[in-house]
């Protein structure tokens, strides 16, 4: 009955003494370390209460509606103080059971929403709900019904991928059989997926990727779904929650922007400084080597989808850097890292200094580090940082940092592509910056020029991204969702400007917007 | 029976967050605060886990009384 997820282990675990703090958490303070553990769903359900009941929240609100084609009611409150965990203050509007359509068609369901949840199940679209005989096209059609119902609405809407029930009809043939309803299954969630990727409001919930994640024989529990129209097992609930919370946090750009890296047994196995160079742990042919290697492959593969890569080790520097320059099985170079530190202070105090470096604030970061003392040093010094909890082994650091939701994202783009290289390049100018003489010489020395263009449409989500994710510098503090961003671009009464500056260490990418309107003309 | 009721006791005090819950063989869901349909869902699995064991379909949601649910229980526990 229970997944190997149930515990959440990137989450502090849960005991007895946890989860009667987390049932008596009241403060904002409380809860946050409350949910660093991974509560049940009994806990959650308490705890959503109390989130209601927070007056000083200073998490970010966000009130979205819920209507579901089976039993919603449980995966609601989950759902709250999962977002909670995700830095988001939610409120959530539930439809009646089993009422999508008429909840699409309801304009007093809908005023003030800022997204929607359809939450749909594959025993309910027609077309899919059957073994043999199945049709994908009628499901879609069934959802662009929904969707033509929303043309008006200005929020956001989050689709989820479904899943069949563990009761293959033919065995392995299920797959190879057209209108099996396996296939057709997959053929519809390709289609939803397609649907999502056209579109700048539409976000996909991969609801059969958790439930393949969490093992589909688990996930589905025929006698609930029979006793009370449950859509899966309620012990996948704080786990299915947490992911759907992470998609709604990253929608407002809550998600972190870095990942620092511990170097000795993160990196690699053993200590450098005790070990020397030809002494640590890495590489093919050796087991914990090949684990430490993949925990390297997936900060790169991070860094190349526009996380930026910086590393906090306790370590001298000089030795830090030689495994990166000299070791033969390093897959992460010195210049993957946007933010190197290396030194004897404490980790606190220097992931401050790489948010500083990077200009990014201590919330952006994330914290992967063998060392449960560091962990908890940071944790309790810094809670703003979202430390990742591991065990001690490295096999599992890479599925901890992917189901974290740490990096979660709802948009992948150009800027994201080239991210790494063009804060490796802040850093580069704050070096020069340093050592200039004056601000106007280093200005001057940078050689900037800026281009000015009317919004592009392959602009729109950078644009998006921008407005949604700019605090200080978003000076009338209003978010405009890629839909919304996309009409400003084709209204003549508006002014819309986007700035691309480029400078001799390279380019800034789209830093900056304007949009005025006109509301008159001066002589 | 009574050693029984008491642990079905103290899961229900647990998931109904309710300290000073007390019950007998004959309370029904109906007597208890806040035991709607949901927190039945979340109740039946937690004795579940609690005592190693699987409600049928038709347990979920037909039993009687805590004495009859601790019946079944004893029952599922002797096979």
């Keep these: ?79 709250v103080a999962s977002a909670y965990r995700h830095r988001l203050n939610l409120n959530l509007r539930e439809a009646a059971f089993g009422q999508i359509m008429q909840t699409v068609g309801d304009p007093g369901f809908l005023a003030g929403l800022d997204g929607l949840i359809l939450h749909l199940d594959a025993r309910h679209l027609p077309g899919l709900n059957a073994a043999l005989g199945a049709s994908h096209r009628e499901a879609v059609q069934t959802v662009e019904a929904m969707l033509a119902h929303l043309e008006e609405f200005s929020g956001f809407v989050i689709l989820n991928t479904v899943t069949a029930g563990p009761v293959p009809l033919f065995g392995n043939l299920d797959r190879a059989v057209e209108s099996s309803g396996a296939c057709e299954i997959a053929a519809f969630n390709a289609e939803l997926a397609r649907l999502c990727r056209g579109s700048s409001r539409l976000r996909l919930f991969d609801q059969a990727g958790v439930a393949s994640l969490w093992g589909l024989a688990d996930w589905h529990d025929a006698r609930l779904y029979h006793t009370a129209k449950l859509p899966f097992s309620p012990e996948a609930l704080p786990f299915a929650a947490d992911r759907l919370a992470a998609l709604l946090a990253s929608q407002v750009g809550l998600a972190r922007k870095c990942l620092v890296l511990d170097l000795d047994n993160t990196l690699w196995g053993g200590v450098i400084g005790d070990d020397g160079l030809d002494g640590i742990v890495l590489g093919q042919g050796h087991a914990a080597g090949e684990a430490h290697l993949a925990v390297q492959r997936l900060a790169k593969d991070l860094a190349a989808r526009g996380i930026i890569l910086a590393v906090c080790s306790k370590n001298d520097e000089r030795v830090a850097l030689s495994a990166f320059e000299s070791h033969p099985e390093m897959l992460l170079k010195r210049e993957d890292i946007a933010c190197f530190v290396a030194n004897w202070q404490n980790k606190a105090d220097n992931l401050r200094e790489i948010a500083r470096r990077l200009n990014i604030g201590v919330d952006a970061l994330a914290f992967l580090d063998d060392n449960p003392a560091e962990r908890g040093l940071v944790r309790d010094l810094l809670p703003e940082v979202q430390v990742i909890e591991v065990g001690d082994d490295p096999a599992l650091y890479p599925m901890h940092v992917a189901l974290s939701g740490a990096f979660e994202s709802v948009a992948f783009t150009e800027d994201d592509r080239s991210r790494t290289s063009s804060y490796a390049a802040d850093v580069s100018r704050a070096t020069e910056r340093a050592s200039a003489q004056s601000l106007s010489n280093y200005l001057r020395s940078l050689d900037m020029v800026l281009d000015m263009q009317p919004f592009g449409a392959v602009d729109v989500p950078r644009i998006a991204q921008l407005i949604n994710k700019s605090n200080q510098f978003n000076l009338t503090t209003r978010r405009y969702s890629e839909d919304v961003v996309a009409r400003i671009a084709q209204r003549p009464d508006l002014i819309h400007l986007s700035f691309r500056l480029n400078d001799r260490f390279g380019p800034s990418g789209l830093i900056a917007v304007i949009i005025g309107k006109v509301t008159g003309r001066s002589a | ?19 000073t819950l007390v019950i007998s063989a004959e309370t029904t869901a109906k007597d208890v605060k806040a035991w709607d349909s949901i927190a039945h869902i979340h109740i039946m699995l937690a004795i579940e886990e609690h005592f190693r064991i699987r409600f049928s379909t038709a347990e979920v949601t037909g039993l009687r009384n805590i004495g009859h649910l601790v019946t079944v229980i004893q029952r599922k526990l002797s096979t």
């Design chain 1, 1 to 79: 009955m229970a997944s190997s997820l149930a515990t959440m282990p990137w989450l502090l675990a849960r005991s007895p003494e946890v989860s009667a703090r987390a049932r008596a958490a009241r403060s904002h303070d409380e809860m946050c370390a409350a949910l660093q553990h991974g509560l049940s769903g009994a806990d959650l359900t308490i705890l959503a209460r109390r989130i209601g009941a927070l007056s000083d929240s200073p998490w970010q609100p966000m009130t979205v509606g819920l209507a579901g084609s089976c039993t919603t009611q449980l995966l609601a409150p989950a759902l």
């Design chain 2, 1 to 19: 029976m009574q050693d029984f009721v008491n642990q079905v006791q103290s899961i229900l005090r647990d998931v109904l967050n309710q300290d």
